[in-house]
């Protein structure tokens, strides 16, 4: 079975509901502890949702320099897929693994929605089981999820088509563009502020739509 | 100069500051007695706060009696007493619960305030051995557009979630309401429901002589020295100088580091008993933990980790530092318990040890400056019969009839105040407080708020779940405090039952104005004598709450206002019931509506009358309604459920018509402003496909609960009064929504 | 011990939603004329003489400001 590796720091949140989320999709979730190097052969890793240190100097500040989070960089630029949600998409820019950075939402107000979203790009590891232009729902819940880059960064990333997921109806943070999600030029690095993990059962999110990224890992990695 | 123990005997007439302290002139004389001498200041401190109301509850002990005295159930694994109570839910998961107040230090610094509610009672269900999975807050302001609400709601609910969304705990629920006399006195009521099988269960204990005392968490610093005795036993002076005392400021990632590193203790059953600090600090963790178990307990007291290290021995005791345990533990078990925290990064010192002495003795660098029995610190306070008489003036209140308001008669003026109504501060959509929670983290969030009731999933593989309803009026209180703790208590259940959950058991947060005030007093020994008649009825213990006194400013007491919470248990929770109607089922009206409009949100919104009698009491109706209710979920007869209870009918209608975005065409008999308006007890609207309609009948006629048919839902999306009026739903969502944002900020 | 200042503030083009809202209650509280607030961030740290001036931007520039979004001055203080 397919091992996936989630990251635990101090104050991370949604840890298990991601590893949840890579069960319901019929994976094996692995706990992984931000101070062990070690990641123990999984074949992905997703760094969940949270407040790893208290969000203290900024957002996955200090996450970044874990030592778990040395491997992970050493190994995604070697190809390992990683998908950082919210909290872990701040520290993958943090971490320069993605551009760009997460600010503090543009009306100050920390907003927790149902968010529609299209998909824009299904050619990443996490996205291969979405349809190109396939509008998702999935739950966003943060304070400083408002994407800034330089405009040469932003017309790049649009240019390159590496803009995986972008707000539609409402823009819940501010984010330049829309801008929900994006991914490496390798395209096995994905970060997005909204959370999947929150949208694999019917009993509990508003969609299943989530159960998605999950199921391209997999697929990604036992066709690989 | 440090005052020992020995220089208490040596100069027993030195004058000490106890009134400044909050104590009266009896109680000092009574603490001189207790121990034959004159108290050293440490002890002096620590009789102070331990005796004042917030933590002795002395004016409210003699009529919370009421509530250890109700029948014993048999679900009941915890009750009264301890941190918070445990109920058995069945498949050998027991779930703690608990509502506390937080209500002063919330006028003060709104943020800090709310923020640091949460992180107490947080602590009070983790202490109890439970991960805490759930939050909710009750909260009462003043005037909506008041200047003065402007500076307290938006800080008290970027606390609340700033706290509880940092802790990874879902916000699944509570009430945003306000009214004039909350406007010096905000409420902020904070529950958190935790969940544990049942050999889980810890208790605060002091046991086994040579055990050891272990502080962990955060740093002792001089946060909210003084803040028990000098915030929440005084009222504020009207029109004087804003009290500043220290507030506590919280840090929500230590208590989420907190958490973890607790359970983990846990798991590995390394405590014999724990306690949590919180209201009044380390002299509480002591001596409550001294008195349940062996007896005895010594303590060092200058092995506290301090922030500050100018702290006087007196000040570290009442300190109120936020994020602080208490744990008793064995000898063999520490190097453990030390390890587990060091994984973590969490500050523990062995601070103290058990012993059999029957005293609590604490030292500072080796003098002793407090030697005393813990009983008489911790159980033992002052208790007070306080004087209490009928409010002189509720005759002429009562008489106030809001029968005689002019009231609408065309259906053009309901349609217009169909709209009023929908968008008046109490009844609007709450999505700008609501948003601002996380109510997805855990990933077991079945129902939130706006459904009737909070439901959590407790087992993924059995689908046990559970449902949480806080509600309380302070209206209605107001006209009859015996009444309107029932009807609280009754709105609960039914909130519960509608989800289609069992109630199963009762917390509650009595928030009232001074008990000095022989009135005030008079509500309180009502209202709970109300609510411990009512559970007697209804047959549901009560597990623990808390008195909240002082809201007041001047002379003017906030609408006495008993916040209820109700606990229930569901089997399945894939089968629960939600709000919201389909199209084509029929909408059924359960219960009986009269012409009651005392205390009514019409009333008071239309008119700003307060006057007649709230609704009627018949709790043998609202239980019948309840077993309706959970019966007809078990049996799949409803798609869908709403209780019927602020703004009456019209506004249970709207609700569910807005929150599937599903029209309705309702016919009413007789007159139509009663059957929309009028807020009769006992009440809900279920939605139920026309070949089930006969079942639920059955149903119905077998509890003895009324039903008649309203009408239909609709796929057209208009909400219509046959033969009165017809209002498209974006109408109605417009009115309902755009509320909050204009007073607040749209973002 | 020496002291080293360290002041990190958002790039100018980034948003500053805290400094607008700031600004936005000056006018309110009595006080005009001020057309511009931004927030930013002070540290103080206490180093061991002598300073390393260089080691000190290098603190500021990997942990103490994020550089894609912010701009920082170290200070020694005499």
């Keep these: 079975m397919t091992r996936i590796g989630v990251v635990t720091f101090p104050g991370s949140l949604d840890d298990r509901d991601a590893q949840r989320a890579v069960r319901l999709a019929g994976g094996e979730p692995v706990a992984l502890w931000h101070g062990d190097w070690d990641l123990y052969g999984v074949d992905a890793v997703v760094l969940p949702g949270g407040f790893s240190y208290g969000d203290y100097l900024r957002c996955g500040a200090i996450a970044r320099f874990a030592p778990v989070m040395q491997t992970v960089i050493e190994a995604a630029t070697h190809g390992l897929p990683v998908l950082g949600i919210c909290n872990g998409f701040q520290i993958l820019c943090e971490s320069h693994l993605l551009p760009g950075a997460l600010t503090r939402n543009a009306h100050l107000l920390f907003r927790n929605r149902d968010q529609r979203l299209t998909v824009e790009n299904v050619d990443t590891a996490w996205t291969s089981a979405y349809r190109p232009g396939q509008q998702i729902v999935v739950p966003v819940k943060n304070g400083e999820g408002c994407y800034v880059a330089a405009p040469d960064v932003l017309d790049r990333l649009e240019g390159e088509g590496r803009v995986v997921f972008r707000y539609a109806d409402g823009n819940p943070n501010g984010s330049a563009r829309d801008i929900a999600g994006i991914t490496n030029e390798r395209g096995n690095v994905v970060g997005l502020m909204p959370h999947p993990e929150h949208a694999v059962e019917d009993l509990t999110g508003p969609s299943t739509d989530g159960l998605a990224f999950f199921t391209s890992v997999l697929g990604a990695l036992t066709s690989a | ?110 943020y800090q305030g709310a923020a640091t509610g949460v992180g107490g009672i947080v602590r009070d269900i983790l202490t109890m051995g439970a991960r805490p999975i759930a939050v909710m807050d009750p909260l009462r302001f003043g005037p909506a557009d008041a200047p003065d609400t402007q500076r307290v709601l938006p800080g008290v609910v970027a606390g609340i979630g700033g706290y509880g969304n940092c802790l990874g705990l879902p916000n699944i629920g509570g009430e945003v309401v306000f009214d004039d006399g909350y406007l010096g006195n905000p409420l902020v009521n904070a529950l958190c429901v935790g969940v544990m099988r049942h050999d889980d269960i810890r208790l605060a204990r002091a046991t086994g002589r040579g055990n050891l005392v272990v502080l962990f968490g955060a740093r002792t610093g001089g946060d909210g020295i003084g803040g028990v005795s000098v915030l929440a036993s005084e009222t504020f002076e009207a029109g004087g100088p804003a009290k500043r005392p220290s507030v506590q400021v919280g840090d929500p990632f230590t208590e989420k580091v907190l958490i973890e590193c607790c359970l983990e203790i846990f798991a590995a059953d390394l405590v014999v008993g724990i306690q949590d600090l919180g209201g009044a600090g380390l002299s509480c963790a002591t001596t409550e933990l001294a008195s349940a178990g062996s007896g005895g307990m010594h303590v060092w007291l200058d092995r506290v980790p301090l922030r500050d290290p100018s702290l006087a021995p007196e000040e570290i005791l009442m300190s109120e530092s936020q994020e602080r345990m208490c744990a008793v533990v064995a000898p063999a078990d520490v190097d453990s318990f030390l390890a587990v925290c060091g994984k973590w990064d969490i500050t523990a010192t062995v601070i103290g040890e058990v012993t059999e002495t029957g005293r609590l003795t604490i030292d500072w660098h080796g003098e002793r400056i407090v030697d005393v029995p813990p009983r008489t610190v911790a159980h033992e306070g002052p208790v007070y019969e306080r004087p209490y008489e009928r409010p002189l003036d509720l005759d002429d209140l009562r008489a106030d009839d809001p029968a005689r308001l002019p009231r609408p008669s065309s259906g053009e003026e309901l349609r217009a105040l169909l709209l009023r109504m929908v968008g008046s501060p109490n009844l609007c959509d709450k999505t700008w407080v609501t948003e601002q929670y996380d109510r997805y983290v855990q990933g ?148 009986e509506t009269r012409e009651e409009f005392g205390g009514s949100e019409w009333a008071w919104a239309e008119h700003h009358h307060l006057g007649g009698r709230p609704p009627a009491v018949d709790l043998d109706a609202e239980r019948a309604l309840c077993a309706v209710l959970v019966a007809a979920r078990e049996r799949g007869l409803v798609t869908a459920a709403h209780d019927v209870s602020d703004g009456g009918l019209a506004q249970t209608l709207v609700e569910s018509c807005l929150r ?61 009064v046959v033969g009165q009026f017809a209002v498209p739903l974006a109408e109605l969502r417009t009115a309902w929504t755009a509320t909050l944002p204009a007073l607040f900020g749209g973002g | 011990m020496t002291r080293v200042i360290v002041d990190v503030m958002l790039k100018p083009e980034i948003l500053d939603p805290q400094g607008n809202a700031i600004l936005g209650a000056l006018p309110r509280l009595g006080f005009e004329g001020i057309s511009v607030v931004r927030q930013g961030k002070h540290f103080e740290l206490e180093v061991d003489a002598p300073v390393d001036e260089a080691a000190m931007r290098q603190l500021a520039d990997t942990l103490l400001a994020n550089t894609v979004i912010e701009d920082f001055t170290v200070r020694v203080v005499e």
């Excluded at chain 2, 109301?53 to 409210?60: A, G, L, N, R």
């Excluded at chain 2, 509600?471 to 309107?484: S, V």
């Excluded at chain 2, 928030?511 to 009502?526: I, K, L, T, Y």
């Excluded at chain 2, 079942?695 to 796929?715: N, Q």
């Design chain 2, 1 to 110: 100069m440090i005052d020992t123990v020995q220089h208490a005997g040596q100069d027993p007439d030195r004058p000490q500051p106890y009134a400044e302290l909050g104590l009266k002139s009896e109680e000092y004389h009574r603490i001189r007695d207790i121990l034959g001498r004159r108290p050293t200041s440490s002890e002096l401190a620590m009789y102070s706060v331990m005796w004042s109301e917030h933590c002795s509850y002395k004016s409210s002990k003699v009529h919370l009696r009421q509530f250890g005295d109700l029948p014993r159930s048999e679900v009941l694994l915890v009750g009264i007493g301890e941190n918070a109570g445990v109920v058995d839910v069945g498949q050998g998961y027991a779930v703690t619960f608990k509502i506390e107040s937080h209500n002063h230090p919330s006028y003060v610094e709104p």
């Design chain 2, 444 to 591: 077991n969030t079945v129902l939130a708020q706006p459904e009737d009731a909070g439901v959590l999933r407790i087992d993924e593989a059995t689908g046990l779940g559970v449902a949480v309803a806080t509600d309380g009026n302070g209206r209605f209180t107001c006209l009859d405090p015996y009444a309107g703790a029932q009807l609280a208590l009754a709105e609960a259940c039914r909130n519960v039952a509608a989800t289609g959950a069992r109630p199963l058991a009762v917390t509650n947060c009595l928030n009232f104005g001074s008990p000095e005030d022989p009135a005030v007093m008079w509500q309180f020994a009502e209202a709970v004598r109300g609510l411990a008649d009512g559970c007697r009825t209804l047959g549901l213990p009560v597990t623990g709450g808390n008195v909240s006194f002082y809201n007041q400013t001047g002379d003017t007491a906030i609408n006495p206002t008993p916040i209820i919470g109700v606990l229930g248990v569901i089997d399945d929770v894939w089968r629960r019931t939600p709000m919201a109607s389909i199209p084509d089922a029929q909408l059924v009206l359960l219960g």
């Design chain 2, 660 to 720: 599937g975005e599903v029209g309705a065409s309702v016919t009413l008999p007789g007159d139509p402003f009663v059957a929309l308006f009028a807020e009769s007890a006992g009440r809900a609207v279920v939605t139920v496909t026309a070949d089930r309609l006969p079942d639920l009948l059955g149903l119905c006629a077998a509890h003895g609960v009324p039903a008649s048919a309203l009408g239909v839902a609709t796929a057209a999306p208009t909400f219509e």
